[in-house]
């Protein structure tokens, strides 16, 4: 039967499984990341906890609703591996509280997102990268292992479009990162590979051609790319962690390049993100509050001492429920270890670090296998989740039975 797989922000619509029973024996298309939610969606399960004693999923949802009606600073954080129909649910909840919320966006790619979707940087789809793509760059991001079917499916591998002599002739692929990953090894014919210290230096670098100059550094190279961008009419950045944290929180000399290379040629930025729905969220958010991500709908505003580990670290909150991820895995050990003193609520399919030191754990359904709806891709993307399974139980009915008593 045909299903999405919604292991990460590529959401692969084309996965083939096979069942037999209560089981998915085979898995034909996926990644291996992608193969091992389907084959192995029975494991390391979550089961209902109160104070670390398994209890009934009833009695898991009262003494949540209970700890949530007596909190008096709540917040709420992860959401992006959940649908859009939970986002919904979890952010009317942050709201009637008057409480904080937030996801992995954070820390993750949330920056890139809002700038595309406040119009500063110019994007576009995958589909339309497939058909039209010349010059590709992954700048900060290594899809061989992050994102695997991300060059086979939509960049530099497939034919379409305007490029149906593929990756030898019609494809030109630029890697740039502070080390030579297993991407930057395929780029050899057709391709250059920049090994860079500093982002912020390299960026300079291109603006210096852009404007007619020797580049300092790469002097050959960076001249060569833009060249490459020239002869074509569609050209697309995906900028990955690396890109963030190396830009150091400056941002607008990389929005200021993007702009002169749109001068020369048509250049596409497309944020190279992991997580399933992260997207689906920061537009959510985005759309109700104009902010992303880090919100206080007490103080209706967004601010990084919203950010989830901050309000750990200032120890601001006496509540916190998390839906589908695991900050004390994730989170550093100071920030973290703060979750074992609050009243802490998990939402989650299976068993997890912060689950062990939760107050309360609720079991709920793996989205694309045991549940449906709709995720965003990191291009914006909508796409419908086609579930294995039905599941009675999922995020969406759990928010639904906690904001029974806000």
């Given at each position: 039967?045909?299903?999405?797989?919604?292991?990460?922000?590529?959401?692969?619509?084309?996965?083939?499984?096979?069942?037999?029973?209560?089981?998915?024996?085979?898995?034909?298309?996926?990644?291996?990341?992608?193969?091992?939610?389907?084959?192995?969606?029975?494991?390391?399960?979550?089961?209902?906890?109160?104070?670390?004693?398994?209890?009934?999923?009833?009695?898991?949802?009262?003494?949540?609703?209970?700890?949530?009606?007596?909190?008096?600073?709540?917040?709420?954080?992860?959401?992006?591996?959940?649908?859009?129909?939970?986002?919904?649910?979890?952010?009317?909840?942050?709201?009637?509280?008057?409480?904080?919320?937030?996801?992995?966006?954070?820390?993750?790619?949330?920056?890139?997102?809002?700038?595309?979707?406040?119009?500063e940087l110019p994007s576009t789809t995958l589909e339309e990268v497939k058909n039209n793509a010349y010059v590709i760059?992954?700048?900060?991001?290594?899809?061989?292992?992050?994102?695997?079917?991300?060059?086979?499916?939509?960049?530099?591998?497939?034919?379409?479009?305007?490029?149906?002599?593929?990756?030898?002739?019609?494809?030109?692929?630029?890697?740039?990162?502070?080390?030579?990953?297993?991407?930057?090894?395929?780029?050899?014919?057709?391709?250059?590979?920049?090994?860079?210290?500093?982002?912020?230096?390299?960026?300079?670098?291109?603006?210096?051609?852009?404007?007619?100059?020797?580049?300092?550094?790469?002097?050959?190279?960076?001249?060569?790319?833009?060249?490459?961008?020239?002869?074509?009419?569609?050209?697309?950045?995906?900028?990955?962690?690396?890109?963030?944290?190396?830009?150091?929180?400056?941002?607008?000399?990389?929005?200021?390049?993007?702009?002169?290379?749109?001068?020369?040629?048509?250049?596409?930025?497309?944020?190279?993100?992991?997580?399933?729905?992260?997207?689906?969220?920061?537009?959510?958010?985005?759309?109700?509050?104009?902010?992303?991500?880090?919100?206080?709908?007490?103080?209706?505003?967004?601010?990084?001492?919203y950010a989830f580990y901050r309000l750990l670290e200032s120890e601001s909150i006496d509540t916190a429920i998390v839906?589908?991820?695991?900050?004390?895995?994730?989170?550093?050990?100071?920030?973290?270890?703060?979750?074992?003193?609050?009243?802490?609520?998990?939402?989650?399919?299976?068993?997890?670090?912060?689950?062990?030191?939760?107050?309360?754990?609720?079991?709920?359904?793996?989205?694309?296998?045991?549940?449906?709806?709709?995720?965003?891709?990191?291009?914006?993307?909508?796409?419908?989740?086609?579930?294995?399974?039905?599941?009675?139980?999922?995020?969406?009915?759990?928010?639904?039975?906690?904001?029974?008593?806000?």
């Amino acid at each position: 039967m045909p299903v999405t797989c919604a292991g990460c922000s590529c959401l692969c619509d084309d996965i083939e499984v096979k069942v037999e029973g209560d089981r998915i024996t085979h898995v034909l298309h996926a990644c291996r990341r992608g193969a091992g939610i389907f084959l192995n969606h029975q494991s390391s399960r979550a089961k209902p906890k109160v104070d670390g004693r398994e209890v009934d999923f009833d009695s898991a949802i009262e003494r949540a609703q209970e700890l949530i009606k007596e909190s008096e600073n709540l917040a709420i954080y992860g959401l992006d591996t959940t649908t859009l129909a939970a986002q919904k649910l979890a952010i009317e909840l942050a709201e009637k509280k008057g409480a904080y919320i937030d996801d992995n966006s954070t820390f993750c790619l949330g920056d890139f997102v809002e700038m595309v979707l406040r119009g500063e940087l110019p994007s576009t789809t995958l589909e339309e990268v497939k058909n039209n793509a010349y010059v590709i760059v992954y700048w900060g991001v290594d899809p061989y292992h992050s994102l695997s079917r991300h060059m086979s499916r939509y960049t530099y591998y497939p034919r379409g479009g305007k490029r149906q002599r593929g990756y030898e002739e019609d494809r030109f692929l630029v890697v740039i990162d502070v080390r030579k990953t297993h991407t930057a090894k395929l780029a050899k014919k057709n391709a250059r590979f920049f090994e860079v210290k500093d982002d912020l230096e390299i960026i300079e670098a291109f603006s210096q051609a852009l404007e007619g100059k020797a580049p300092k550094i790469y002097a050959n190279d960076i001249p060569r790319v833009l060249k490459e961008m020239e002869k074509a009419d569609f050209n697309v950045i995906f900028g990955g962690l690396g890109l963030k944290y190396g830009l150091k929180g400056n941002y607008e000399p990389f929005k200021e390049l993007v702009r002169k290379m749109n001068e020369k040629a048509s250049v596409y930025f497309i944020p190279a993100g992991c997580h399933p729905n992260m997207r689906g969220f920061n537009e959510l958010m985005f759309e109700k509050t104009g902010s992303i991500n880090k919100y206080s709908f007490r103080e209706q505003k967004s601010s990084e001492d919203y950010a989830f580990y901050r309000l750990l670290e200032s120890e601001s909150i006496d509540t916190a429920i998390v839906i589908g991820t695991d900050p004390l895995n994730s989170l550093p050990f100071e920030y973290a270890k703060k979750l074992a003193k609050i009243n802490t609520i998990v939402i989650d399919p299976r068993v997890t670090f912060t689950g062990e030191v939760a107050k309360v754990v609720i079991p709920s359904a793996i989205a694309g296998v045991e549940a449906g709806g709709t995720m965003v891709r990191s291009d914006g993307v909508r796409v419908e989740l086609k579930p294995v399974f039905e599941s009675e139980v999922n995020d969406e009915t759990i928010l639904r039975k906690l904001l029974e008593v806000v």
